[in-house]
């Protein structure tokens, strides 16, 4: 089965980092991604890491991956009012088909 | 950056009718797109896989005879919501890829359908 989890909440102030954590159960997931979602609104895509990674950083993001216990996070360094939204997590099973399978979201909301 | 764009937004319409939502990719070719439905403060639930000039998969669960998909060309593919009702009150949200393989599925901004 493909079943992805997530914390429901998370709240952070204002210049603090943010982790984001996601469990996933499939260990044949290639890619493994973070999506943002704004109210009212589609994703945007923010990063992702293939499986054969365990780690990858671009600016403010940074993708640790665990793959013998399945598990991925997410973390917004200097988290801004801007980063408030839901975050998702993503397995692709496929080898990059793009079929993906999501996690429950988590909302991040930033304090000031 | 590829842009998908979903047309309507939002839309309400009244019970027993049929609404249809586009989906668009504007500035790439999309061999594949993926309709997702989207219940309030849930996940996405991938509902169909939809391939240019083929019928579309379904996933298990999903009606296909409530939810039509059509991918006629390599930038639209439309999903009909056939007699809906209020149950059908959703955030429908497409994404389409560039062609297999690609590491990037490109989302559209969703439609938020309520029946009435």
């Known amino acids: 089965g493909e079943d992805v989890e997530q914390s429901l909440f998370l709240s952070v102030r204002e210049g603090d980092s943010s982790v984001i954590n996601c469990t996933y159960t499939d260990s044949s997931s290639t890619y493994l991604y973070w999506y943002k979602q704004e109210p009212g609104a589609g994703l945007q895509l923010l990063t992702y890491i293939f499986s054969n990674m365990d780690m990858k950083q671009d600016q403010r993001l940074t993708v640790l991956l665990n793959k013998k216990d399945k598990h991925l996070s997410l973390r917004i360094a200097d988290t801004q009012t801007g980063d408030s939204a839901i975050y998702f997590c993503a397995e692709d099973i496929t080898g990059g088909g793009n079929k993906l399978t999501f996690g429950t979201g988590t909302q991040l909301k930033v304090e000031l | 950056g590829a842009v998908v764009s979903q047309h309507p937004s939002w839309v309400i319409c009244k019970s027993g009718t049929s609404v249809k939502i586009e989906c668009r990719s504007l500035d790439f070719q999309a061999t594949t797109m993926f309709w997702y439905r989207q219940f309030p403060k849930q996940s996405l639930m991938l509902m169909a896989t939809s391939n240019e000039g083929s019928k579309a998969t379904y996933e298990q669960g999903v009606e296909k005879d409530k939810f039509l998909i059509n991918h006629a060309s390599l930038t639209l593919s439309t999903l009909t919501v056939t007699s809906a009702h209020p149950e059908d009150s959703s955030f429908y949200i497409c994404?389409?890829?560039?062609?297999?393989?690609?590491?990037?599925?490109?989302f559209g901004q969703g439609t938020r359908l309520t029946v009435v």
């Open positions: 994404s389409a890829t560039r062609s297999t393989g690609s590491t990037e599925a490109f």
